[in-house]
T-cell receptor, first 116, second 109 residues
Framework: SAVISQKPSRDICQRGTSLTIQCQVDSQVTMMFWYRQQPGQSLTLIAT?????????ESGFVIDKFPISRPNLTFSTLTVSNMSPEDSSIYLC?????????????FGAGSRLTVL | LAKTTQPISMDSYEGQEVNITCSHNNIATNDYITWYQQFPSQGPRFIIQ???TKVTNEVASLFIPADRKSSTLSLPRVSLSDTAVYYCLVGDGNTPLVFGKGTRLSVIA
């Protein structure tokens, strides 16, 4: 299965700043997914990123707050803009596992953001 | 998307078999049932997937009755390292996965 590298693995940020999270995959993939996991909670899908088109955002998430780039088939970035303490979460990148069944995803280790 | 319901938490002693049941009453004909495991500070990891009857791999077994309205993940002879959150999801692969609250399994020595 694909190997996913996320950067940074963790960061402490000041309120009002923005942070960009990078997701690098070791193989070409069509779709990449960005999830958020707030402390003690389950995962919530933020958006789906397709190469060559705008990301598709889930209800409650907007492009101005979480702009996503997908410049090629192995890389994506998620920016958390104008951060507030409520944005303190783990942000996870995932891709579909090639050759596996439907809904089989591989996840990165996540980026743990703490906003002060 | 079909909604899933699982127990919030379960406890087990080492060496026991653990069965986690997931309810998905509104599962659609094209939906598969997929289970993930998540350890603290890690992303979820795929465990097993099935459509009907029984599926077994090196990690777990998945039992799905004929009506497919529920499924049971079976972990044989759990160890302390199986302490994790287990998520049951259903979907047809055409829409992104939606994670429920999961089941927090605690294995006790």
């Amino acid at each position: 299965s694909a190997v996913i590298s996320q950067k940074p693995s963790r960061d402490i940020c000041q309120r009002g700043t923005s942070l960009t999270i990078q997701c690098q995959v070791d193989s070409q993939v069509t779709m990449m997914f960005w999830y958020r996991q707030q402390p003690g909670q389950s995962l919530t899908l933020i958006a789906t990123a397709n190469q060559g088109s705008e990301a598709t955002y889930e209800s409650g998430f907007v492009i101005d707050k979480f702009p996503i780039s997908r410049p090629n088939l192995t890389f994506s970035t998620l920016t958390v803009s104008n951060m507030s303490p409520e944005d303190s979460s783990i942000y996870l990148c995932s891709v579909e596992r090639q050759g596996a069944g439907a809904n089989v995803l591989t996840f990165g280790a996540g980026s743990r953001l703490t906003v002060l | 998307l079909a909604k899933t319901t699982q127990p919030i938490s379960m406890d087990s002693y080492e060496g026991q078999e653990v069965n986690i049941t997931c309810s998905h009453n509104n599962i659609a004909t094209n939906d598969y049932i997929t289970w993930y495991q998540q350890f603290p500070s890690q992303g979820p990891r795929f465990i097993i997937q099935g459509y009907k009857t029984k599926v077994t791999n090196e990690v777990a077994s998945l039992f799905i009755p004929a009506d497919r309205k529920s499924s049971t993940l079976s972990l044989p002879r759990v160890s302390l390292s199986d302490t994790a959150v287990y998520y049951c999801l259903v979907g047809d692969g055409n829409t992104p996965l939606v994670f429920g609250k999961g089941t927090r399994l605690s294995v006790i020595a």
